[in-house]
């Protein structure tokens, strides 16, 4: 119409009905864009408590983004994407914040050992989960046992 309105027909009010149809056109696109918008928010949160349930199952196999884009079957940048939007911490980041939550969870019972939790959080060497850890929260496993237990 707008087409129309502007390359065929000459009359007076030509120009107030072209404002009018086209203040039309972005009304109507703006609502298209709000439903895209509102269904592909639930479809992200869907993915995020997916990406959520998955790590949870799966902390003590893997820590690699990619591993758990797959388990989803996604791509990373949407899944990245997600994480963003959610928590605005990238995938990477917010797996290994995972994983800190979960460690330091098993660290505030008594009676932890360190050497098991390094194991049940799926490292190889209890050094390599101590060091993880220290990067993480800059102080180590025993360190944060006895600061927490007193």
Do not use: W
Not at 130 to 146: A, I, N, V, W, Y
């Amino acid at each position: 119409m707008i087409y129309k309105e502007y390359f065929l027909i000459k009359n007076e009010g030509r120009q107030e009905l072209l404002q009018t149809l086209l203040r039309t056109f972005i009304v109507k696109v703006q609502s298209q864009l709000a439903r895209v918008e509102k269904r592909s928010n639930k479809e992200s949160k869907a993915q995020f408590i997916q990406l959520q349930k998955a790590i949870d199952q799966n902390i003590g196999h893997t820590r690699s983004a990619t591993d758990y884009v797959n388990m989803l079957g996604t791509t990373y940048h949407q899944l990245n994407s997600i994480v963003k939007g959610v928590t605005n911490k990238s995938l990477k980041v917010f797996i290994d914040d995972t994983l800190i939550l979960n460690a330091k969870r098993l660290l505030c019972d008594k009676g932890s050992n360190i050497n098991e939790i390094a194991f049940m959080l799926g490292f190889d060497e209890p050094t390599n989960f101590t060091k993880f850890f220290r990067k993480q929260e800059g102080l180590g496993p025993k360190e944060f046992m006895s600061k927490i237990n007193g």
